[in-house]
């Protein structure tokens, strides 16, 4: 059991990386899942619209609590579980999260970091977002002088970067002490 936390902007490649990871865990004879935080606020808000602040905390503070619940029952299950949409730029986040986890596991962290222009790019591709402000997100990553975890170039092939990923995290590379 592990939970591998991956971290990064839009259109960083999270959601790739995580399902090839599940892929290649699986075809190991590994028991893995990928939980996405996104998933878990559009049960509330498909839209990501809300009419107000309170509902907007509301739903996200539920979409959370799921989100932890499911995390803590398929680790209990003897899962690895690979956990993105929250956002641990610094340690305080990661341990305000980690103390939610009520299964004692190794905690990896991996921060993808990609290039402005790549990541601008790839939204590009992907159709662009109303409510992504990607120069937003890039300034708060700049801010940031020391990173817990590791910090990965995600800059090759989907296949290649999460077959790099793999060996990080055989090798105890981004494993969090907390």
């Known amino acids: 059991m592990k939970l591998i936390l991956i971290d990064g902007g839009p259109a960083s490649g999270k ?16 028991k893995s899942i990928l939980l996405d935080l996104d998933t878990y606020i ?8 809300w009419d107000n602040d309170h509902q907007k905390e509301d739903d996200l503070l539920k979409a959370r609590a799921d989100f932890t619940s499911d995390l803590n029952k398929f680790l209990a299950e003897g899962f690895i579980v690979i956990g993105i949409g929250d956002r ?9 999260y980690s ?12 921060h993808l970091n990609v290039p402005f222009a790549l ?10 977002h109303s ?4 120069y937003k997100d890039q300034q708060d990553r700049d801010k940031i002088e020391s990173w817990p975890g590791y910090v990965y ?6 296949e290649v970067d999460a077959a790099e990923l793999e060996k990080l995290i055989d090798t105890d590379q981004g494993l969090l002490n907390i």
């Not at 559009?42 to 619209?49: M, V």
């Open 99 to 110: 103390s939610k986890v009520t299964k004692k596991v190794p905690v990896y962290l991996y």
């Open 119 to 128: 990541r601008k790019r790839r939204l590009e591709q992907r159709g662009r």
């Open 153 to 158: 170039q995600n800059i090759n092939s989907p």
């Open 131 to 134: 409510l992504i402000d990607l």
């Open 15 to 30: 959601n790739t990386l995580g399902k090839i990871l599940v892929e290649d865990f699986i075809a190991h004879g590994k």
């Open 88 to 96: 641990f730029l610094i340690k305080e986040g990661v341990l305000r």
């Open 42 to 49: 559009e049960k509330f808000c498909p839209t990501w619209i």
